[in-house]
């Protein structure tokens, strides 16, 4: 069955590899999933609102769960609900009298109709020809963003636990050219691999330092913080005083696929073999105590 087509019910939530780390390390793709609820209610159609969509970085960072380092990955669409949000992040222009009862905690992407439930596609196109409910954006809220939430605090929790560290490594793809509604000027070339750390906020110096290190050895140009610094998920569970280390690792589409056609090329082998042995180097280095905060 097309997964454009899968209905969506049960789990919007799938985790690969084990509940419990074998290796100080949790994985998160926020923004892979392709089955698209029934109460979307968008007025463009699901290829459209693939927009938003990390095309297969699930099925790139997957191989981790071999080697015991479970891999959480959302199956709803970005365009429905962003993890990667706070769940105050309300883009009130989705709304009909553009009130919130609940708590408003914006993050300033509905600027760009990227808020927690978002108002436009890339180009600018609005997603709905209608407001939507208070009702509506509150189910989406407890059915999709607080157990992602919750799932990746337990994983997280466990994984300190069992070894004393973590690192949680949110797992994202980037178009090879910044949009008109994204981030940076529009008709930027991104580079290779963006690091988002928040300004060095989330996760040790010395964990970025590694991660830009292993992959510019393999021939890749990094970034940091540009234009991507990282936003919720690491915010959220980035506590690097007490061992628990989060980095945002953007990859450029072009590595990997053909954007045009939504299809992988070669490079999609090579790139994966890369953050492989990458990850057994952060794994290494964080069991030899190489993150501790300063």
Known sequence: MNPLSTPFTDDP?????PQQAAQPIVLDSPHSGTRFPADFGAAVSHEALRDGEDCFIDALWQPAAARGIPLLAAEYPR???????????????????????DAHVPSGKATIGKALIWRTLDDGTPIYDRPLTVDEIRGRIARCHAPYH?????LMAAAHAAHGVVVHINCHSMNAVAGAMGEGPAGTPRADI???????????????????????ARG?????????KGVELVRAF??????????????????????ATRSRHDGFARLQADLMALLDAVAQAARAGRFQAA
């Open 238 to 259: 980035g506590q690097p005083v007490a061992g628990r280390h989060s980095l945002q690792l953007e990859v450029n589409k072009r590595l990997y696929m053909d954007e």
């Open 13 to 17: 939530i799938t985790l690969h590899g």
């Open 220 to 228: 890749y140009r990094v970034a940091i913080n540009d234009p991507f």
């Open 194 to 216: 963006v690091l988002g750390d928040r300004d060095g906020t989330t996760c040790a110096p010395a964990l970025t330092a590694l991660v830009r290190e292993q992959l510019a």
């Open 150 to 154: 919750q799932r990746l605090a337990a």
């Open 79 to 101: 365009t429905y609900l962003d993890p990667n949000r706070h769940a105050g992040d309300i883009d009130l222009d989705l709304l009909a009298d553009r009130h919130w009862p």
